[in-house]
Nanobody, 115 residues
């Protein structure tokens, strides 16, 4: 069964760091590319970061320079680390992955950045 499950959200103070994980089933290697998005309180969808099967990364303009997307092969996860978080980073973060010609996404994990 193809499934993505996010973890690691919660309340973060502005200026701090957040770390999220996306556990992939059946395997992280099943996905051609994977990405993080966030849905803002204004109900807008922001692209956060993506990583291809070959490890090429791409970042959204508002998070570039303070965000790292990576894969943890041992844990079968795709991870996101964001430093120097701001209140505008608040949102429902969800991961998505391209597999077998279709896209799969998780339910998301809420991140709230307090000022």
């Amino acid at each position: 069964q193809v499934r993505l499950v996010e973890s690691g959200g919660g309340l973060v103070q502005a200026g701090g760091s957040l770390r999220l994980s996306c556990t992939a089933s059946p395997s992280i290697f099943s996905f051609k590319s994977m990405a993080w998005y966030r849905q803002t309180p204004e109900n807008e969808r922001d692209f956060v970061a993506s990583i291809t099967a070959g490890g090429t990364t791409n970042y959204g303009g508002s998070v570039s320079g303070r965000t790292t997307i990576s894969k943890n092969i041992a844990k079968n996860t795709m991870d996101l680390r964001m430093d120097s978080v701001k209140p505008e980073d608040t949102g429902l973060y969800y991961c998505s992955g391209a597999i077998g010609g279709s896209l799969t996404r998780g339910q998301g994990t809420q991140v709230t950045v307090s000022s």
